[in-house]
């Protein structure tokens, strides 16, 4: 999903439709591309790197 999602903004895609689910493995369908609540965080937050400096959006707050 990361790969994936770091292509599509790279080609300019004006959104990302991501499955989350708090546990992928009991999820009825879609069971191998759904993330948990944790890696869909960590998943907006690597692709900060690349999207701030094209659209200027300042970081997400980080959760303590």
């Known amino acids: ?3 994936t ?3 599509a903004i790279a080609i300019g895609a004006d959104g990302l439709i991501i499955e989350v689910h708090p ?3 009991k999820a009825l ?3 191998e591309q759904q993330l948990t609540f944790q890696d869909f965080e960590n998943l907006m937050q690597n692709l900060q790197t690349p999207i701030r400096p094209i659209y200027r ?3 997400l707050a980080v959760r303590a």
């Open 1 to 3: 999903v990361s790969a």
């Open 29 to 31: 369908s879609d069971k």
């Open 23 to 25: 546990e992928p493995h």
């Open 5 to 7: 999602s770091k292509a």
């Open 57 to 59: 959006i300042k970081p």
